[in-house]
């Protein structure tokens, strides 16, 4: 019976990520770049794809839907500014991975996945990496969370448009980043609730999957 490499094994293969894709394609925050090191990807891919891991691309995990780039994940919590303290609400749980990158930055993140599989996957990648300041659940994340809000910050990992239910459950100086388009042509914006208003920055072009309304289980 052939044995399961070690963790140990996936090391030089994050520090390639690190050095390779994600500070050449313009990562600074050293916090991000200990996250993206700490978290093993590996541990939220499907075992078919486990060689392809630390690559620079997106893979499927399930239901139609993606594991995002390491560079997009990265690039995203980096916009994000985490100083440690805040409480995060994301929207989109996938597999977890972002969850988990989110989770060595913040205080701690409450995440929605609409999708019951990817949901459950996600509590078990989590589990397994012994990540513990989250708070998951199965809903429509257009909704957001109103029992834990308000947020220091949202972020969607899906693209569509916002829903003004989020910007109400972001709290005054609080951020929330998403993919903004449509058709799979994104960009990413970030809007920063100021007393004044709203103010809004524009960043990378990018694609996702769509944001979708509603729940779906089985």
């Known amino acids: 019976m052939r044995k ?12 390639r990520m690190i ?11 050293q916090h991000v770049l200990d996250a993206m090191y700490h978290i093993h990807r590996h541990l939220f891919v499907d075992q078919a794809l486990i060689a392809r891991a630390y690559q620079d691309s997106a893979l499927p995990i399930g239901a139609k839907q993606t594991i995002s780039q390491p560079f ?25 991975y972002q969850t988990a990158v989110l989770s060595c930055l913040c205080q701690h993140v409450y995440s929605i996945e609409r999708i019951e599989v990817l949901h459950q996957k996600a509590q078990q990648n989590l589990l397994k990496s012994n990540i ?5 659940k199965c809903a429509d994340g257009r909704l957001g969370w109103a029992e834990h809000a308000p947020f220091d ?21 609080g951020v929330l980043l998403m993919p903004e388009g449509e058709e799979g042509k994104h960009c990413l914006v970030r809007r920063e609730k100021k007393s004044m208003g709203i103010e809004e920055t524009y960043f990378n072009h990018c694609s996702f999957v ?3 309304e509603g729940e779906q289980y089985g």
């Open 4 to 15: 399961s490499l070690p963790t140990l094994s996936f090391e030089l293969p994050r520090r």
């Open 19 to 29: 050095e390779n894709q994600l500070i050449p394609a313009g990562i600074q925050n």
């Open 72 to 96: 997009m994940v990265a690039r995203m919590t980096e916009l994000l500014n985490l100083q440690g303290h805040e409480r995060v609400l994301e929207i989109g749980t996938g597999c977890g």
């Open 132 to 136: 513990h300041n989250v708070t998951l």
């Open 153 to 173: 910050a949202i972020i969607v990992t899906a693209g569509g448009f916002a829903s003004d239910i989020w910007m109400q459950q972001l709290s005054k100086g």
């Open 210 to 212: 769509p944001l979708l």
